[in-house]
């Protein structure tokens, strides 16, 4: 079994920044391909961004491009994902999903591309 645990969250202003990372344990080899989602209230979870398997392919939503930058350390068994120019609008729970094997690109961005699923981080974001 695969354990996730995000960290990273917190209280920022418009315009700030934050580094959310997310530790897979459970499997101490191989790779995963893992993505984040972020869920705001009364809202469905919603794609965020995605790395593949062995690393190397990124995926982003529209909304988030230019934005944040995703990667991960396949040593650490580790995902980043790096925020910048923050609104209000990225509040919500930020939720890390990871699979042992390689996600098809047409499912990397949907929450049924990954088996095992965090916690969350919040992430606020002032006006």
């Known amino acids: 079994q695969v354990q996730l645990v995000e960290s990273g969250g917190g209280l920022v202003q418009a315009g700030g920044s934050l580094r959310l990372s997310c530790v897979a344990s459970g499997r101490s080899y191989g790779n995963y391909a893992m993505g984040w989602f972020r869920q705001a209230p009364g809202q469905e979870r919603e794609f965020v961004a995605a790395?593949?398997?062995?690393?190397?392919?990124?995926f982003y939503a529209d909304s988030m491009k230019g934005r944040v930058t995703i990667s991960k350390d396949n040593a650490k068994h580790t995902m980043y994902l790096q925020m910048t120019g923050l609104k209000p609008e990225d509040t919500g729970v930020y939720y890390c999903?990871?699979?042992?094997?390689?996600?098809?690109?047409?499912?990397?961005?949907?929450?049924?591309?990954?088996?095992?699923w965090g916690q969350g981080t919040q992430v606020t974001v002032s006006s």
């Open positions: 999903g990871a699979d042992t094997r390689p996600v098809p690109p047409a499912m990397a961005r949907t929450r049924d591309g990954y088996k095992f």
């Open positions: 790395v593949g398997w062995g690393g190397r392919n990124t």
